[in-house]
Each structure stands twice: as structure tokens, then as C-alpha cells.
């Protein structure tokens, strides 16, 4: 595939007078009425778009200014592909309206791609890159100061030019295929998402309260796909996260002032704890959660879910509630406890620090709360005697 198949990106509305890097995130999903993607296709269509992206140096934008796609990140599941790209590029809308037509440029060249469609595409408004996004835009159409009121003009504006709207079919299809993952989440029934067969007036339907459930399962497999990836991405910079220039899925959302402390290790700790999370909220055997990391991955686990719903239009306001109601019955009751993690005696965040003891801050994560709870062995064990073979 050759640089100059791919056509230009629209003239964008900012300035052109900077180059800033921007994280655009772009979600690709399958036709229409094809069957769930299995573990070796989620692998095949991986192999697909990356070959088609690492053909690619850069893209002409506007103005014949040189868009350069210097990373790029792709995480698969059943139902299409999230791709994260990481790009150089005069202004945020350049960003966002080039990447749109590489991606879809990609899947048409791809015989077997050819029929998938784009749902999303947008840049992530990361601290680090928003205000050099401002201080690039100059000139009398300059997009507002907000970065957060300009991403969203931008997007009204994009939507009403290129919005692809689901078929109906696919999005019933995908409504189904969620609602029926619902009884796998044994560990909760659905009167823990508010529904209750009894009381009509309970505030949240059974079909919401079987969205809400069966997206937490469906989201399972992208938690544990994308923190693979953070492992490995940590693994080969051999640096902590507030040195790794690799882009993280997750464990940069973490409480930054730790960041020292999220090793390689902390991260494989962090990705057994996930599987031991995930494994047992599809049992009928769970207690409660077992500790603050656990905190932390159910609450990546509903941010998750909500994409897989947001994709297909099914994230409701009925949804939205049904999760409220979740998280009120299931992380309330340890909520304390993140917040004496993350915060020191006067309330305030603190930095990373270490227990006379001889263990840090993160160390205390996989701490169980109570007797009750199980913490899987390899997340349990104090660091300190495997972190130089990690």
C-alpha cells in the first residue's frame, strides 16, 4: 500500500502555525449481521490494519502539511477493533479528520476489511497535549480557549457531516448478544443493577439492568487484552510508568503521584489481580471485592463496558442508573480505603512514600481488606523478593 493512496485530510479550523501530538482514537466495528469475532480471526485482524498502518510514512493534510503517524496501539474483541494513534499534526481537527480517512482508506484496501465500519473517531484530549493544542491555534477562527468546548464543537460539527449511524439490525443484534451474556456475571443478580421483578416502580427495567450486566462480561476480554499490552509495553522501555514514553491503556490513569512505583512487576501483579477479579465475578462464589487494586479494575472494567455500549447507541440513561446502583451496592463498602491509599493524613495526595516495613504504597493495594477476601498468590507476595528477576 503505497503513501500517496490516501487522500488528503479536510482543512481543519485552527492554525497551522504548531505541530502537536495528538492521541486519536478511532473504533471500528464489524458489518452488519456478521458473526463475533473468535480469538484467532481478533488475531488475524490485527495483523490486517497494522499491516496497512506500517505502510504508511504520513499523510498529506492540508495546506500540504506532513501528518506523521509515529505510533500506534490496536486492541481486538468480539465485536470490531479500538485502535489508539499517535500522531503529529498542526491542529486537533487536522488530527481527527486525517485518521478518519487513513483508518477507512485501510479497511477498503483490505478485501476482507472492506465492509467495516468506522463509529468513532476522535482525539483524547490528554493534560500534556490540550494546551500545546492551544498554543499551536492563532488567527481569527482560533477554536475556543477550552480545550474540552472545542473538542465537543468539533465533534457536533464532524457528526453532522460524516456520522455513521448502525443499522438497526446490528444494533438490535449487539443489544441481544449483550443481554444474553448477563446470566454469565453470576456473582450479581440483576436486583443488583436495580431491577426488581416484584416492583415495577424499582427505577431500572430488566433490560437495562441486562445491558448493564452483560457489558461488564463482554468488556472483560478488552481489560484483560489492553493491560497485557501496558505489561508488555512496560517490559520492553524496563522503566516505571513516569518514565515509559510507551502509551499505556490503563496504568496510567492510576493515581499519577505513584507513578514512580508502577513497575513491571506492579503491573504484572496488577494483571493477575484483573483475572482473579474477572474469573470470580463469573462465579457464585464472590464475597466482596478483595482489596483497593480490585477497586481500581472494576471501575476500568464499567469505563469499559460503557465504550462497548457507546459504540452502539445502547449506553441509556436507564444504563447509566443500573451501574449507579452497582457501584453503590459493590464499591461503596471499600471506598474508604482507596481514599486512605491515595490520600495522606491531612486529605491530601501524597507522594510515594515507604512503610517502615519496607513496603510502598502500591505494595499496600494487595493487602486484603478482611479474612474474607481472596487475593490471588502472585499479587499477594511482597515485591521485594522477585523484583530483580522482573
Same mark, same amino acid.
Given at each position: 500500500?503505497?503513501?500517496?493512496?490516501?487522500?488528503?485530510?479536510?482543512?481543519?479550523?485552527?492554525?497551522?502555525?504548531?505541530?502537536?501530538?495528538?492521541?486519536?482514537?478511532?473504533?471500528?466495528r464489524?458489518?452488519?449481521?456478521?458473526?463475533?469475532?473468535?480469538?484467532?480471526?481478533?488475531?488475524?485482524?490485527?495483523?490486517?490494519?497494522?499491516?496497512?498502518?506500517?505502510?504508511?510514512?504520513?499523510?498529506?493534510?492540508?495546506?500540504?502539511?506532513?501528518?506523521?503517524?509515529?505510533?500506534?496501539i490496536?486492541?481486538?474483541?468480539?465485536?470490531?477493533?479500538?485502535?489508539?494513534?499517535?500522531?503529529?499534526?498542526?491542529?486537533?481537527?487536522?488530527?481527527?479528520?486525517?485518521?478518519?480517512?487513513?483508518?477507512?482508506?485501510?479497511?477498503?484496501?483490505?478485501?476482507?476489511?472492506?465492509?467495516?465500519?468506522?463509529?468513532?473517531?476522535?482525539v483524547?484530549?490528554?493534560?500534556?497535549?490540550?494546551?500545546?493544542?492551544?498554543?499551536?491555534?492563532?488567527?481569527?477562527?482560533?477554536?475556543?480557549?477550552?480545550?474540552?468546548?472545542?473538542?465537543?464543537?468539533?465533534?457536533?460539527?464532524?457528526?453532522?457531516?460524516?456520522?455513521?449511524?448502525?443499522?438497526?439490525?446490528?444494533?438490535?443484534?449487539?443489544?441481544?448478544?449483550?443481554?444474553?451474556?448477563?446470566?454469565r456475571?453470576?456473582?450479581?443478580?440483576?436486583?443488583?443493577?436495580?431491577?426488581?421483578?416484584?416492583?415495577?416502580?424499582?427505577?431500572?427495567?430488566?433490560?437495562?439492568?441486562?445491558?448493564?450486566?452483560?457489558?461488564?462480561?463482554?468488556?472483560?476480554?478488552?481489560?484483560?487484552?489492553?493491560?497485557?499490552?501496558?505489561?508488555?509495553?512496560?517490559?520492553?522501555?524496563?522503566?516505571?510508568?513516569?518514565?515509559?514514553?510507551?502509551?499505556?491503556?490503563?496504568?496510567?490513569?492510576?493515581?499519577?503521584?505513584?507513578?514512580?512505583?508502577?513497575?513491571?512487576?506492579?503491573?504484572?501483579?496488577?494483571?493477575v489481580?484483573a483475572?482473579?477479579l474477572t474469573?470470580?465475578?463469573?462465579?457464585?462464589?464472590?464475597?466482596?471485592?478483595?482489596?483497593?487494586?480490585?477497586?481500581?479494575?472494576?471501575?476500568?472494567?464499567?469505563r469499559?463496558?460503557?465504550?462497548?455500549?457507546?459504540?452502539?447507541?445502547?449506553?441509556?440513561?436507564?444504563v447509566?442508573?443500573?451501574?449507579?446502583?452497582?457501584?453503590?451496592?459493590?464499591?461503596?463498602?471499600?471506598?474508604?480505603?482507596?481514599?486512605?491509599?491515595?490520600?495522606g493524613?491531612? =486529605?491530601?495526595?501524597? =507522594?510515594?512514600?515507604?512503610?517502615?516495613? =519496607?513496603?510502598?504504597?502500591?505494595?499496600?493495594?494487595?493487602?486484603?481488606?478482611?479474612?474474607?477476601?481472596?487475593?490471588h498468590?502472585?499479587?499477594?507476595d511482597?515485591? =521485594?523478593?522477585?523484583?530483580?528477576?522482573?
Open positions: 500500500m503505497e503513501e500517496n493512496e490516501f487522500p488528503r485530510a479536510e482543512q481543519g479550523r485552527s492554525g497551522t502555525m504548531g505541530r502537536v501530538t495528538y492521541v486519536v482514537s478511532v473504533d471500528t464489524l458489518p452488519a449481521g456478521a458473526a463475533e469475532l473468535d480469538a484467532l480471526q481478533r488475531e488475524g485482524v490485527i495483523f490486517l490494519l497494522r499491516k496497512g498502518l506500517d505502510a504508511i510514512e504520513a499523510v498529506e493534510g492540508p495546506d500540504d502539511v506532513e501528518i506523521e503517524i509515529f505510533d500506534s490496536l486492541a481486538a474483541h468480539p465485536g470490531g477493533v479500538l485502535l489508539k494513534l499517535f500522531v503529529d499534526a498542526p491542529a486537533l481537527e487536522v488530527a481527527e479528520d486525517a485518521m478518519r480517512e487513513v483508518v477507512g482508506e485501510v479497511l477498503e484496501q483490505s478485501e476482507l476489511l472492506s465492509e467495516w465500519q468506522i463509529t468513532k473517531c476522535e483524547e484530549l490528554h493534560p500534556e497535549f490540550a494546551q500545546q493544542s492551544l498554543d499551536a491555534a492563532d488567527g481569527p477562527d482560533a477554536p475556543p480557549a477550552d480545550p474540552v468546548v472545542r473538542a465537543a464543537q468539533h465533534a457536533e460539527a464532524r457528526a453532522e457531516a460524516t456520522a455513521v449511524r448502525l443499522p438497526d439490525e446490528e444494533v438490535e443484534a449487539m443489544c441481544a448478544t449483550v443481554r444474553a451474556m448477563a446470566p456475571l453470576t456473582a450479581f443478580g440483576l436486583d443488583s443493577f436495580g431491577w426488581c421483578e416484584d416492583d415495577e416502580e424499582s427505577g431500572v427495567d430488566r433490560e437495562h439492568a441486562e445491558l448493564a450486566a452483560g457489558a461488564l462480561v463482554y468488556a472483560i476480554d478488552l481489560l484483560v487484552d489492553q493491560l497485557f499490552h501496558d505489561v508488555q509495553t512496560l517490559s520492553e522501555a524496563k522503566k516505571s510508568v513516569d518514565e515509559c514514553d510507551g502509551l499505556l491503556w490503563y496504568l496510567d490513569d492510576l493515581p499519577e503521584q505513584f507513578a514512580a512505583q508502577y513497575t513491571v512487576l506492579f503491573a504484572r501483579r496488577f494483571l489481580t483475572v482473579s474469573a470470580r465475578l463469573t462465579r457464585d462464589d464472590f464475597v466482596q471485592l478483595g482489596c483497593v487494586a480490585e477497586q481500581f479494575l472494576l471501575n476500568f472494567l464499567l469499559e463496558a460503557g465504550v462497548v455500549l457507546d459504540g452502539y447507541g445502547l449506553l441509556s440513561d436507564g447509566a442508573s443500573a451501574w449507579e446502583v452497582f457501584a453503590d451496592e459493590v464499591l461503596d463498602e471499600v471506598e474508604y480505603e482507596l481514599r486512605y491509599e491515595t490520600a493524613d491531612d =486529605g491530601e495526595e501524597t =507522594g510515594a512514600t515507604t512503610s517502615e516495613g =519496607g513496603s510502598s504504597d502500591v505494595d499496600r493495594w494487595f493487602t486484603p481488606f478482611d479474612e474474607r477476601c481472596f487475593i498468590p502472585y499479587a499477594a511482597e515485591a =521485594g523478593g522477585r523484583e530483580s528477576s522482573a
